[in-house]
């Protein structure tokens, strides 16, 4: 079980930056992967930044050169920061964990874009 808390989210305008959080209650070192999810009223739950065991970094075409994932594995943290957002960023956001078969989901941030 691995329990997914986020914070960060927020309304800002067009261009303008937030950073998401997401802390998990077991060590972050041993996941499979763990990343970040979006969802927009009416559109389909989509990947939109990942950090993998391996290393491998994965990002929405939309999204690439104004967000970055990292993480911090001391406090069982990961991170999302987003710049240059637009409008078309505004979604629930959710914090997303993949640990032995299972697969695991916060309760999502909003994050509303104005402008």
């Known amino acids: 079980q691995v329990l997914l808390t986020e914070s960060g989210g927020g309304s800002v305008q067009a261009g303008g930056s937030l950073r998401l959080s997401c802390t998990a209650s077991?060590?972050?070192?041993?996941?499979?992967?763990v990343g970040w999810y979006r969802q927009a009223p009416g559109k389909q739950r989509e990947l939109v930044a990942q950090t993998r065991i391996s290393g491998r970094l994965n990002y929405a075409d939309s999204v690439k050169g104004r967000f970055t994932i990292s993480r911090d594995n001391a406090k069982n943290t990961v991170f999302l920061q987003m710049n240059d957002l637009k409008p078309e960023d505004t979604a629930v956001y959710y914090c997303n964990a993949e640990f032995l078969q299972d697969e695991y989901w916060g309760q999502g941030t909003q994050v509303t874009v104005s402008g």
């Open positions: 077991r060590s972050i070192f041993g996941l499979n992967a």
